[in-house]
């Protein structure tokens, strides 16, 4: 990376789509909106780091699971039916659908 070119504090969202994410995930909380900053601006380096799709994947389980917490006490009632399942390594995959399923959101598959 050249020293003109892209760097952490002068970073710029590629598109509007970016800017409107962010100012969403400001509303869960600084961590999430920062951990997607992060990330826009690691997939925006040019040439990437070696570790980018690495270090990307853990900054979104981050916002995935800031999300989860905002998101289940207001649909409680679907996670309850979670509780009482067996630990599975479907376990997680439960729980994203209880929440598609507590805010009236189909399950594509």
Request: charge should be positive; proline fraction near 5%; glycine fraction near 4%.
């Amino acid at each position: 990376m050249d020293t003109g070119e892209i760097n952490s504090t002068s970073f710029k969202f590629s598109d509007s789509r970016q800017e409107r994410i962010y100012r969403r995930l400001l509303l869960v909380g600084t961590g999430p909106a920062a951990f997607y900053r992060d990330a826009c601006f690691l997939m925006a380096l040019k040439p990437p780091m070696h570790t980018s799709t690495h270090l990307i994947s853990h900054l979104v389980r981050e916002i995935e699971s800031s999300l989860r917490d905002v998101i289940q006490p207001a649909i409680a009632q679907s996670f309850k039916s979670i509780e009482k399942k067996v630990r599975s390594e479907d376990n997680h995959r439960d729980k994203i659908e209880a929440i598609l399923k507590g805010l009236n959101i189909p399950i594509v598959r």
